[in-house]
C-alpha cells in the first residue's frame, strides 16, 4: 500500500471513530432517560453500547493496522500486507456493526417495523459484502513481491 493511501486510509478510520464516538454519546443521551424510567426494553439498549463499541474499536483497530502499512522503512512489504488485510477486515467489521446501529436503536423505542426494514437492508449490506469483499482483498494482494496495487 502506498504511502498516501495508508495515511488517507488512517483519517478515514480516525474520522470514523471519532463519529461513532459522538453516536454513542447521543444515543446514550437520548436513550439513557427511557432505560431510566423503564420506557425501553434494557436488553435492547444494551445491545445498542455493544454494537456502537464494536463499531468504535474496530475503526480504531483498522487506523493503527493502515497507520503501520504507511511505516515502509519499519515492515517489509508482506508485513505492510498483512496489516492492510487487518485494517480492511476492521474497516469492513466496523462498518457492518456501525450500519447494525440503528436497527437496533429503533428496536429499542419500539419502532419495530422500522427497525426490521433497516435490518433488512443491512442484511443485503452484509451479503453485498460476504459476495464482494474477497474480492477487493484478492485485488489488493495480487502482485508478486505481496505490496499492495492501491
Known amino acids: 500500500?502506498?504511502?498516501?493511501?495508508?495515511?488517507?486510509?488512517?483519517?478515514r478510520s480516525y474520522q470514523l471513530t471519532a463519529i461513532s464516538i459522538a453516536i454513542f454519546t447521543f444515543m446514550l443521551?437520548?436513550?439513557?432517560?427511557r432505560y431510566a424510567s423503564g420506557e425501553v426494553n434494557s436488553l435492547l439498549f444494551q445491545a445498542v453500547f455493544v454494537v456502537m463499541g464494536l463499531a468504535t474499536f474496530s475503526f480504531l483497530f483498522a487506523a493503527l493496522?493502515?497507520?503501520?502499512?504507511?511505516?515502509?522503512?519499519?515492515f517489509d512489504a508482506a508485513r505492510r500486507a498483512s496489516y492492510a488485510r487487518y485494517g480492511n477486515?476492521?474497516?469492513?467489521?466496523?462498518?457492518?456493526?456501525l450500519l447494525l446501529a440503528p436497527?437496533?436503536?429503533?428496536?429499542?423505542?419500539?419502532?419495530?417495523?422500522?427497525?426490521?426494514?433497516?435490518?433488512?437492508?443491512w442484511l443485503v449490506?452484509?451479503?453485498?459484502?460476504?459476495?464482494?469483499?474477497?474480492?477487493v482483498l484478492?485485488?489488493?494482494?495480487d502482485r508478486q513481491d505481496g505490496s499492495q496495487t492501491g
Open 65 to 74: 493496522c493502515f497507520y503501520a502499512t504507511s511505516l515502509q522503512d519499519r
Open 125 to 135: 449490506f452484509v451479503v453485498f459484502m460476504i459476495r464482494n469483499f474477497p474480492l
Open 1 to 11: 500500500m502506498e504511502k498516501d493511501l495508508a495515511a488517507a486510509n488512517v483519517n
Open 89 to 97: 477486515l476492521f474497516w469492513l467489521a466496523g462498518t457492518t456493526m
Open 29 to 33: 443521551g437520548f436513550l439513557y432517560p
Open 103 to 121: 436497527s437496533v436503536v429503533l428496536a429499542t423505542v419500539g419502532l419495530v417495523i422500522v427497525a426490521a426494514f433497516w435490518f433488512l437492508l
Open 138 to 141: 484478492l485485488e489488493h494482494t
